[in-house]
């Protein structure tokens, strides 16, 4: 946008003076936050009115991206970046001497998310208007975010995080206007309505009133403003004579309260169906309602709306999309069937068999009863479309309702025309294997679209020591250009700029060591290999791997405090599910570790263990680029894709990893000798399935330095973790270790090993570091979301 540092100062002093009637030197960095999110909403305001989500153009076709999480972090810096104003920004809050850093800090994180599949939603969003398409999302407006963890003597406690505050969120702008409601529970008669479909009466449903919350999405540097609707429930008027009590009332204001309610229990599950069901009806009512205004036939919707189900948690699209076209606008079930089919798409993110979502037959009826009847029609149809051409056996195998239980990948797959994984290796997974009976029936519904990340974010604004030294090589032209990277090859061999980016790569370091003493008061040297493993505690991602080499370097140390090694600093940043006992208690135990190892003097630091709380977007900005490992070991085939590994790579960390998800990706990218590899890879994890070979006590008992590292848990020599120990100890050993990090602990000693070598050889060290930089434009989401549009959604872009 077009804009002077001079008028900037006016419009800045101006906004702070109308808001908080304040002078900007007597202003608090929180006003001034606030009134700069309130600048920016000014600037857009315009561009936003233009491209509002409740209007669909006329023969311009619109993709709305539905998810349970958006997971966006800061906004501040990124919109200003987008706006082409953060350098003036930055310059003219120089001039008038403020320090930028403190007001960017006075943004809260907007964790509406747990890890990866939020965080890619929150990217696509930034891409779809990075490259001009219409996109929106529809989301939830959660009060209170991912718990913010603490660690207390060493173990996970979970606070509640509420974000929104008294004053909700600066970004967002409230439309009541364009409310809608949405009915649950109570009971449905179906009546002939003597045209071919049925008119449902409802006996006492809950009625609930969906307000929407829009967040601006800025396009960078391209005048596009999209929308991200989140929204929130309430009581409608009509109906506050039912909610006299305050208890009653929570019932109803639960259902946006929190982000991933506990579903152990009956009234956390339902909760969770609740929220699914009030997102997605709320945002498809919309869609219609507004198609409606183009004047087209509603038979015609899938020319003009794409709907896309990320993950299966929007999957009740399918049947909400055939009840309303049906129910509330008398379109026939072929007809709608048709549309709905056309309309609807679907991302999986994950194999592994428990996070695939089932609902209990007789609560999705209680809670959802029209909808309960619509599966049942949809999954009788489909039965009888494939009887006949098909094995009974993958009949079975494929239908919504078997055993008692609604399948939402099943809804989603039959009820739309696309599916896709999410990196080459879990879409082959998903094909050969996990959805291999829908491969057959539907082959051509099947295809891949790699993740991808904001190269922008991941390097502009957090990496800017890193920025530079690449504009000085080879211009500014990669930051709006990412593919430009590769001209950075050139400089390979180039001694002296492969040592500035080693000093850009410590001055990093510099930066996390001095917050790592702030907030934990350890002493971190940056001349040691910062190795960093930052996810979600789970066991399949095998932070315990790490751990297990960890103490296997605590012992080599110890029996030789001469040992030859580059001092290494281990880092974690990882929250875990509240109810996921063994992951509290890999935390437990790191935290313990990092006791034992940070206060033994004898180490001579040459090991130091930090474990990060509260790991969040903001503080994998500081982590990022200050790492020069990156820690991707999940057990071959279980990580559908990760986007931390391509985050580290573009920050110059070398990837130790697995031949999992998108590390194989990562590998094509860099070339083999500036990765490193390690352990078995999905055939052979596979093979041990299929002949139930494997066994872990024989590795513990014939291995002695295995035999010593596991035993280390439960012999005392960690203290304060004797019950946490025991149970990792059984799960390795009395359990048969089910990620199998036994049979590839060798394989990532060596590796480590590895590179612990060539760490000591500078320039190779910084060629590989340089190489992944050069080879990261790949993995921009810009790209991934332009194959959507085109492959998937059919809408026009850029
Ligand atoms: O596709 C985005 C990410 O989604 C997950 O986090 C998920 O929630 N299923 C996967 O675990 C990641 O591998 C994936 O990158």
Known sequence: MELTKEQFIRDFKDQLHRDFIVKINESTDEERFLALAHLIKKYISTPWLERRHDLIEEDVKTAYYFSIEFLPGRMLETNLLNLGILDLVEDAFKDVDVDFSDVVNAEKDMALGNGGLGRLAAAFMDSLATIGAPGFGNGIRYKYG?????????????????????????????????????????KVYLYPNGEGNFEPFYEDPTILRAVPYDIAQIGFQNGVVNNLRLWDVEIPESEEDKYRTI??????????????????????????????????????????KNYLKTGKDLKDIHE??????????????????????????????????????????????????????????????????????????????????????????????????????????????????????????????????????????????FNNKTNGIIVRRWSQISNPLMSAEIDKLIGKEWRSDIHQLKNLEKFITDEKVLNEFYEVKKENKKKLAAYVKETQGIELNPDAIFDVQVKRLHAYKRQ???????????????????????????????????GYRFAKSVIKLINEVANLVNNDESLQDKLKVVFLPNYNVTLAELIIPASDVSEQISTAGKEASGTSNMKFMMNGAITLATLDGANIEIKDAVGDDNIVIFGMNTDEVYDHYEKHDY??????????????????????????????GQEIYDALIRHNDEYFLLEDFESYVNAQKYINDIYQDKIRWSQMALNNIANSGRFSADDTIRLYAEEIWNIKHN
């Open 544 to 578: 315990l791997l790490n751990l297990l080499h960890i103490i296997k370097l605590y012992w080599d140390i110890k029996d030789n405090l001469d040992i030859d090694m580059v001092p290494r600093v281990f880092i974690f940043g990882a929250k875990a599910a509240p």
């Open 146 to 186: 991912l718990f913010k963890q603490k660690i207390v003597d060493g173990y996970q406690i979970e606070l509640p995080d509420a974000w929104l505050g008294t004053d909700g969120n600066v970004w967002e702008t409230k439309k009541p206007h364009s409310a809608v409601e949405v009915k649950i529970y109570g």
């Open 304 to 445: 003009l709306v794409a709907v896309h189900i990320n993950d299966t948690h929007p999957a009740l699209a399918v049947p909400e999309f055939m009840r309303i076209l049906m129910d509330d606008h008398g379109v026939v079930w072929e007809d709608a069937w048709n549309s709905t089919v056309k309309v609807m798409s679907y991302t999986n993110h994950t194999i592994l068999a428990e996070a695939l979502e089932k609902w209990d037959c007789n609560l999705f009826k209680e809670i959802l009863p029209r909808i309960y009847q619509i599966v049942n029609e949809i999954d009788s149809r489909y039965v009888e479309e494939v009887s006949g051409k098909f094995p009974g056996k993958i009949i079975e195998n494929t239908r919504i309702i078997r055993n008692e239980k609604i399948h939402m990948a099943n809804l989603s797959i039959i009820g739309g025309h696309s599916v896709n994984g999410v990196a080459k290796l879990h879409t082959d997974l998903l094909i050969s294997d996990v959805l291999n009976d829908f491969y057959q029936i539907y082959p051509e519904k």
């Open 247 to 288: 208890e009653d009332r929570r019932k109803i204001e639960d259902i946006t309260n929190i982000l991933y309610p506990d579903d152990s229990s009956y009234e956390g599950k339902s909760l969770r169906l609740v929220q699914e069901y009030f997102m997605v009806s709320a945002g498809l009512q919309t869609i219609i």
């Open 695 to 724: 066994n872990a006590r024989k590795l513990f008992e014939e291995n002695p330095t295995i035999n010593r590292v596991v035993k280390t848990f439960i012999d005392g020599t960690i203290p304060n973790s004797q019950s946490e």
